[in-house]
């Protein structure tokens, strides 16, 4: 009943290079002693030309051999589509440029070795290390030219490491809200993510996934960071990484409403918000969550209930996610709206009185 889990840390695996650091390991490979093996037959010039041109060999194979795992990395198009935004995000839309203009380097120093290759090999010795020296310096200069965005390969390289591994074909529950609702307390409380919860907002900075285990099944459960009213061409990279989570995986969304007298954001703020996670995925896989509803008041709970009736939501579920208020009724009821959603039968397995954590 599992599906395959994908990394995207094994999908985009590379380590990252700088212009820098390539210039200065080519520039050190470059003055390093080679040696010509004895066996070969040569005159003492003659092999003064060919100690020139094993270190623009090594040079060019070194740097070829480092740009050719950035070449190797799959496109934007070729990764999920989750994973796709993440990978844009971090580098602002430009992934797939720097492996374009790496791809065209190798070319363009393949060429460029193959011309001075020949050049050294029927040249003396003093013109062999003039032309070897020219070789490096085109590199770098081809290198620097092509290759002013390679050093995003940094911030991708570090979002793919903390990336979640999601299981595509399993089911997904999406923790939304504005910051400070209670999103990660509640996924701490259902699942087997390590939240940090903190009386600060913006506390969670990235995608946090955890599992409940249903014996046959695990529920995937993503806390994701928390969101303001605001245009997607406004926010930060944090907001967008919760924004490509609704839009892109295949879930079912518990969106937190802080129904408490002590809510950073009023009622009318996190439902206008809830009105542009609607337009976003739509109003049938969302379910509006009151949570903190142990300090809330009666009155003020009809209330907001009456509101949310208005806009269209007849179910309404009320938790307290520190106490573990309802806590079960809620998993089975996005559980239910997830089979409802993408015609599938997993509440077959809701056997357990209560929910199981997994690690």
Known sequence: MHGEQLCLSELVKVTPITLESLRREALSIFTKRVVVPRSTKVSSSRRRVLIYLLKCEKVYQYIVTSLGYIARLPRIEELQAFYAELINIASK???????????ISIKILSNLWSKYRKAILSSAPTEAKKLAREFVGRSLSILHRKLKMIDILDDVMKTARVAPCIDFKS?????????????????????????????????????????IDLGHIKIQVIDTPGLLDRSIDEMNEIERKAVAALKYLNSITLYLFDSSPEAYYSFGKQLSLLKMVEQLIG??????????????????LSEFRKMLELQGYSEIIMISALHGVNINELIREAIRKYDRFYGTNYSQFLLYTNFNKVS
């Not at 839309?93 to 720097?98: D, E």
């Open 93 to 103: 839309n430009m992934y797939n440029k720097v492996i374009e203009d790496v791809s």
């Open 283 to 300: 109003k049938d896989r969302v379910i509006p969550v009151f949570n903190k509803i142990d300090k809330a008041a009666r009155e003020h």
């Open 171 to 211: 089911p997904i529950i999406i923790i939304s809200g504005m910051p400070q609702v209670g999103k990660s307390t509640l996924v701490g409380k259902i699942s087997s993510a390590k939240t940090l919860v903190s009386p600060y907002p913006f506390t969670t900075k990235n995608i946090v996934l955890g599992h």
